[in-house]
């Protein structure tokens, strides 16, 4: 499965994480390091198809005191991240 970021929605890294701006209905997100972590990973490698998984790894990598909840983490993010519809799977 692949992803990608939608039509109309801009990204813009803060210090804190990462902001998404929805253009087509003005509504905004902010997403804390790991779930920029989680976005960056879909818009970046989404084509590739396994842009879950190399988001887990590197949460992983980062956080192995939590590597046991960080897939369900990244799936409810993702999931979030699609039923907001600013990613879009394909």
Known sequence: MTYRLADGV???E???GTVI???RTGA???LNESGAAVLRHLTEHGAQGDAPARAIAEL???????????PGD???VVRALLEA??????
Do not use: F, N, Q
């Not at 992983?60 to 960080?70: F, Q, Y």
């Not at 519809?85 to 394909?90: G, L």
């Open 28 to 30: 905004y997100r902010l």
């Open 14 to 16: 803060t210090d804190g």
């Open 10 to 12: 801009t990204v813009a």
């Open 74 to 76: 990244v799936h409810l």
């Open 85 to 90: 519809k600013v990613v879009e799977r394909s």
């Open 21 to 23: 701006l929805d253009l």
């Open 60 to 70: 992983s990598a980062r956080h192995p005191e939590a590597a046991d909840a960080i």
